[in-house]
C-alpha cells in the first residue's frame, strides 16, 4: 500500500472510530512513512546483495 | 552537619561512612524537603515514608557495625513510577489502572541490596511518552530552577528532585531521551548505558527495542555509583572509575546534529570544545551517515511498540489517557509491519554508522538538548529564525542512541542567558560504559575546574 492509499485508509478508519483529531498526526506519519520508504536505498534490504550482478 | 550543604550522593555517602550524619537524618531531610517543595514541584508521585525511614535505621545499625554495603548504604534514592517497586502502584504517571507488584524490578531489587533508601517514585510523562513531564495525571512537573519550565522529560520528576536536594540519586528511563534531556534541562548528569545493560525488567514498556534504564544524579561520580548498584549491587567506592588520563580524541558529529542549536546552546557548546582543546585534547568533526534519517526510523519504532502495548487499555479505558497521549498511540496503529521491519533494517545500518564514527574515538562529543527548558506547556519553540515543535526539537540529539544502543550521558555545561542550563553530550562504544564515565570524569573536570560549579547542584 502507498502512503497516499494508507494515509486515506487511516484517517477514515480514525474518523469512523471517533478520532478525527488523529488527521494531522497521520498526515505528519505518513510524510515521514514515505521519506523512510525513499531511503530504501540508503538502508539496504535483505533481498539485495553486494554480489548481485544487477547493482 | 546540616545537609543543606551536601551537593553530592559522594559526598552524602562519604559522611554517613564516617558516621558525621545518620541515614535518618539524611532521610528525614530529603523527607521534609518533599514535604516543603513536592505540591509546587509535583517531582514525586508516591513518597514512602515510613519504609524509608525504617531502611534508613537499618542502614545505621548495620555502618555503626562495620558491616558497610558500599557507597549507596543509607543514601536516599528515588525510583520513576515507571519501575516496580513492590507493595506501590506503579502508576505510569496515568490515571490508567496501575500495575500493583508484588515484587521489585530487578534495578530497584539491587540498589536495596546496595543498601540504598528508597524515598518514593518520581512523576514522568504519561508512559514516559514525551519530553516534557506536563502530560501525566499527577500535574505538570515543574523545573527547580524556573518553575514556568519544563523539568523536561520524561523522566521530569527525578531531574527536580536531584536538583532540588529531596534524594541524591534517582533511577530514570530512557527511550529516545528521556534521561538525557530532563538532565539537561534541570543541569544535572543522566546516563543512559548501553542498551539492554541494566535490565528493563519490572519497567512498563514503551518500547522494548528502545527502552533504557539509567542513573541521574549531581555529578558524574554519583551517575558511576549509582550504574554499579543498578547493575550488580556492588557499588564501592574503590571500583569508581578514574578520570580517563592522556590526551582524549573526542568526535563532533556533523552535519544534522549542529544544525539546529539555540544560540546559548552553541555558545556554550563552542566554550567546551575551546577549554577541553586548550587542556591538549584533541576534537574532530566526524559524519554519522543517514543520521537525518534517524526521526523516520524511530517513529516506526517506538509508535507501533508502544501501541501494542496499550492495545488491552486504549480499549478498555481509553478516556484514562491524557488526550495527546492517547493520540500519539492511536496513531501507532496504523504503522504497517512493512514499514516497522524497514525502520529495524534502518536501525542496524545506523548502529554500525555510528561505530564507524566512532572508530579511533574515545567519544562523540555533542550538546545534549537543542535548546533550555522550554514553558511549560508549549507545543513549539523559536530556534534562531525557525519555529520548531518542542516534542521533535528535544528528541534532536538524543534518540539516534537509542536507536543504535551505543551509551550516552549529559553533562551541564553552563547556564545561558535565560539562567537555564545547558548540556553537552558523550557517546561511547557499544559495551563500553565503564570507559564512557572515564572520559566523562574527564571531561566534567575539564570543564567544570573541578567542583562541578557549571551543574545546577542540588539545593
Known sequence: ?55 | MTTTKINSLREASDLLQRREISAVELTKACLARIDARNAELRAFITVMADQALADAARADKDIARGRSLGALHGVPVSVKDLLDVAGTPTTAGSHVTPRRPRHDAPVVAKLRRAGAVIVGKTNLHEFAFGTTSDETAFGAVRNPLDLSRSAGGSSGGAAAAIVDGMCYGAVGTDTGGSIRIPAAACGITGLKPTSGELSADGVVPLSTTLDHVGPMTATVADAALMFYAMLDADARVERLPRPAEGALWLGVPVPYFLDKLDTDVTRLFDRVKTTLERGGHTISDVAIAHAERTPDVYVHIVLPEASWYHAPMLRDQPDNYSPGVRLRLEMGRYVLAEDYLRAMQARTVLRRAVDRALEGLDALLLPAMAIGAPPLGASTVRVGADTEPVRAIMLRLTQLFNVTGHPAIAIPCGPGADGLPRAIQLVGHRGSTERLLEVALAVERQITGGDGSVGGGTG
Open chain 1, 1 to 55: 500500500m502507498d502512503a497516499p492509499a494508507w494515509l486515506a485508509h487511516a484517517i477514515a478508519d480514525a474518523d469512523a472510530r471517533g478520532l478525527p483529531a488523529l488527521k494531522p498526526l497521520l498526515e505528519a506519519l505518513a510524510r515521514s512513512m514515505q521519506a523512510l520508504r525513499d531511503a530504501d536505498a540508503e538502508f539496504g534490504h535483505p533481498c539485495r546483495h553486494d554480489d548481485d550482478e544487477d547493482q
